[in-house]
């Protein structure tokens, strides 16, 4: 009898949280649903934002069921919402974070309506349908499933709905961080960032972003003489800015792996074809790499950026009329920096490749002091090991893929005060991300993908937030 008790105790022991609080889904799904679609009808575009009418309707609802909530605004129309469950104390806080700010859209390039949330052909289309109400929807869910099922929790579980991701983080996470981080400190994050890729309808990785390049937007200026449109110059600005933008198409700087690219790599070769495998597994190999990362860049863009602090020409502008001369033209390189890169050591080696004293190199974007280079998540924590779990109860037969997500979230923001913070997302074809993805005018999301990602979050939490 001892034997079987203590048998029963250690099998208990081993169940999942979640096992002991069973949700009926069906329900879960249909509220889920109705608030997902709810918010995506919302036009949240920034500029200007307007994401106030978004916390207008998540705060009644959380306040319905007694939860705490703090509304937080810079600016009375692009306010942010902290939401909290309290625990015992025993642990300290964990954040699940999602924007609600979108970026524009040019109605004439979409199908269909971006602000009616189409359900068509098993998706859901519309702006922000990926990129970021997701996490909204399904931080709001989880904070009302926490409460109604009283579950007991170890640490605070707080929801933040930030406003101004899109490129205006002052009175989005910047103003939370550097004015009320009392309100939202915690040991981990949870926001976007990753993604559950399928292939053919079959999972093989959960991404998770434990990292993220940093923007330092720069703008070259080339300076020259104005002249007549019929008589050339040596000194034409246009000339000089042509050949340094020209530049960036045979020189990007050395490839560097660290912890989460060195892991990502050796992971991804796992379940990756022979040849695929070989090329990830040699990335470093001196004999192979100039050819490795050559193929990277003609056929895996993502992985060939992942490997560098990456340069890319987006904006040129110079001149007013075709038979005027300029005195200056501009050029924008959206740089998308390492984590550990020492940009003033980039910029010298820039002047050096473009090698011309009639173009100027000008550091500086809107949003780039706010995103500050941090180190990387790391992959020991008790969060992370529960992804991995999680993952594995899930998708059995996927792995766990720790990722440096090429563009910028407000995780690094909180990186920067120490958290460590992790990004996940909805499941999607590996080919979707190309037309379907964030920011494209096709965006969409799997009609099944929300509910998943809303089992995964309970799971998760549950794991690191429950006894």
């Given at each position: 009898?001892?034997?079987?008790?203590?048998?029963?105790?250690?099998?208990?022991?081993?169940?999942?949280?979640?096992?002991?609080?069973?949700?009926?889904?069906?329900?879960?799904?249909?509220?889920?649903?109705q608030h997902f679609t709810a918010l995506l009808k919302m036009d949240t575009?920034?500029?200007?934002?307007?994401?106030?009418?978004?916390?207008?309707?998540?705060?009644?609802?959380?306040?319905?069921?007694?939860?705490?909530?703090?509304?937080?605004?810079?600016?009375?129309?692009?306010?942010?919402?902290?939401?909290?469950?309290?625990?015992?104390?025993?642990?300290?806080?964990?954040?699940?974070?999602?924007?609600?700010?979108?970026?524009?859209?040019?109605?004439?390039?979409?199908?269909?309506?971006?602000?009616?949330?189409?359900?068509?052909?098993?998706?859901?289309?519309?702006?922000?349908?990926?990129?970021?109400?997701?996490?909204?929807?399904?931080?709001?869910?989880?904070?009302?499933?926490?409460?109604?099922?009283?579950?007991?929790?170890?640490?605070?579980?707080?929801?933040?709905?930030?406003?101004?991701?899109?490129?205006?983080?002052?009175?989005?996470?910047?103003?939370?961080?550097?004015?009320?981080?009392?309100?939202?400190?915690?040991?981990?994050?949870?926001?976007?960032?990753?993604?559950?890729?399928?292939?053919?309808?079959?999972?093989?990785?959960?991404?998770?972003?434990?990292?993220?390049?940093?923007?330092?937007?720069?703008?070259?200026?080339?300076?020259?003489?104005?002249?007549?449109?019929?008589?050339?110059?040596?000194?034409?600005?246009?000339?000089?800015?042509?050949?340094?933008?020209?530049?960036?198409?045979?020189?990007?700087?050395?490839?560097?792996?660290?912890?989460?690219?060195?892991?990502?790599?050796?992971?991804?070769?796992?379940?990756?074809?022979?040849?695929?495998?070989?090329?990830?597994?040699?990335?470093?190999?001196?004999?192979?790499?100039?050819?490795?990362?050559?193929?990277?860049?003609?056929?895996?863009?993502?992985?060939?950026?992942?490997?560098?602090?990456?340069?890319?020409?987006?904006?040129?502008?110079?001149?007013?009329?075709?038979?005027?001369?300029?005195?200056?033209?501009?050029?924008?390189?959206?740089?998308?920096?390492?984590?550990?890169?020492?940009?003033?050591?980039?910029?010298?080696?820039?002047?050096?490749?473009?090698?011309?004293?009639?173009?100027?190199?000008?550091?500086?974007?809107?949003?780039?002091?706010?995103?500050?280079?941090?180190?990387?998540?790391?992959?020991?924590?008790?969060?992370?090991?529960?992804?991995?779990?999680?993952?594995?109860?899930?998708?059995?037969?996927?792995?766990?893929?720790?990722?440096?997500?090429?563009?910028?979230?407000?995780?690094?923001?909180?990186?920067?005060?120490?958290?460590?913070?992790?990004?996940?997302?909805?499941?999607?074809?590996?080919?979707?991300?190309?037309?379907?993805?964030?920011?494209?005018?096709?965006?969409?999301?799997?009609?099944?993908?929300?509910?998943?990602?809303?089992?995964?979050?309970?799971?998760?939490?549950?794991?690191?937030?429950?006894?």
């Amino acid at each position: 009898m001892k034997r079987f008790l203590l048998a029963l105790l250690g099998a208990g022991c081993l169940a999942s949280a979640a096992d002991r609080y069973p949700v009926d889904w069906k329900q879960v799904d249909e509220e889920l649903m109705q608030h997902f679609t709810a918010l995506l009808k919302m036009d949240t575009s920034n500029p200007p934002g307007n994401e106030t009418q978004a916390v207008n309707y998540l705060r009644p609802i959380l306040e319905k069921e007694g939860i705490e909530v703090k509304v937080l605004a810079l600016e009375p129309n692009r306010a942010n919402l902290v939401a909290r469950l309290r625990g015992n104390g025993s642990k300290k806080p964990i954040a699940v974070m999602g924007h609600t700010d979108v970026v524009g859209v040019q109605r004439e390039k979409w199908p269909v309506d971006p602000f009616a949330a189409v359900h068509k052909d098993g998706y859901i289309w519309g702006r922000g349908s990926s990129d970021d109400k997701p996490h909204v929807v399904t931080g709001l869910m989880l904070l009302l499933m926490l409460k109604r099922m009283h579950v007991p929790l170890d640490r605070d579980v707080i929801f933040i709905a930030e406003a101004g991701e899109e490129g205006t983080t002052g009175p989005g996470i910047d103003f939370l961080v550097n004015q009320h981080w009392s309100d939202i400190a915690c040991e981990f994050a949870l926001a976007e960032g990753g993604f559950t890729a399928s292939r053919n309808g079959k999972v093989r990785f959960v991404e998770i972003t434990t990292t993220e390049k940093a923007p330092r937007t720069t703008r070259l200026v080339a300076h020259g003489t104005a002249g007549h449109g019929s008589i050339p110059k040596v000194d034409n600005p246009i000339l000089h800015l042509s050949a340094a933008v020209a530049k960036f198409q045979s020189w990007q700087p050395p490839m560097r792996l660290n912890d989460t690219t060195r892991a990502y790599f050796e992971r991804l070769a796992t379940i990756s074809p022979p040849e695929a495998a070989r090329r990830y597994n040699h990335i470093t190999d001196p004999a192979e790499t100039v050819e490795i990362q050559r193929y990277l860049l003609e056929h895996e863009p993502s992985n060939y950026s992942v490997l560098r602090t990456s340069i890319v020409p987006t904006i040129f502008k110079g001149g007013f009329r075709s038979n005027v001369i300029p005195s200056e033209a501009e050029a924008t390189l959206d740089i998308r920096a390492l984590p550990d890169e020492n940009v003033e050591q980039l910029y010298e080696q820039i002047r050096q490749q473009i090698n011309d004293p009639a173009v100027e190199v000008i550091a500086g974007g809107t949003t780039d002091s706010s995103r500050k280079p941090s180190p990387p998540s790391r992959l020991d924590t008790e969060m992370f090991q529960a992804i991995e779990r999680v993952q594995k109860r899930m998708y059995p037969e996927a792995i766990t893929l720790p990722a440096l997500l090429t563009a910028a979230t407000d995780m690094s923001q909180m990186r920067a005060k120490g958290v460590q913070a992790y990004g996940w997302g909805p499941i999607a074809e590996e080919s979707e991300m190309q037309v379907h993805g964030p920011h494209s005018d096709q965006e969409r999301v799997l009609e099944t993908s929300i509910p998943a990602m809303m089992r995964f979050l309970w799971n998760t939490v549950l794991e690191v937030a429950v006894h």
